[in-house]
Nanobody, 124 residues
């Protein structure tokens, strides 16, 4: 599967953005889909994920109640709706797909395919 993330940009603190991750080659419903981010000088960190089976969602504590991950199988796309953005959310955001992920859903090495990143900048 090939993944392409887009939708990043510059937004003021308190604003919203929706990131999209378009998949080609295989249905996104075949994978557990995750979002990660990497801020300058920091390691890549887990943001959110939606499981292949059942669509259960998982979030990092830092984004819980502000971000929402969803999947549109008809468009073969996964979304990350980001509300109440903070300057600390500034990072390059990546989407990823995993074939078989159980307890390691928040671990980047559990994912098999990665899209290119999209930059989100939140100004104060």
């Amino acid at each position: 599967v090939q993944l392409q993330a887009y939708g990043g940009g510059l937004v003021q603190a308190g604003g919203s953005l929706r990131l999209s991750c378009a998949a080609s080659g295989r249905p996104v419903s075949s994978y557990t889909m995750g979002w990660f981010r990497q801020a300058p000088g920091k390691e890549r960190e887990f943001v959110a994920a939606i499981r292949r089976s059942g669509g259960t969602t998982h979030y990092a504590d830092s984004v819980k109640s502000r971000f929402t991950v969803s999947r549109d199988n008809t468009k073969n796309t996964v979304y990350l709706q980001m509300n109440s953005l903070k300057p600390a959310d500034t990072a390059v955001y990546y989407c990823a797909a995993g074939n078989s992920i159980l307890s390691s859903i928040g671990t980047s090495r559990a994912y098999d395919y990665w899209g290119q990143g999209t930059l989100v900048t939140v100004s104060s």
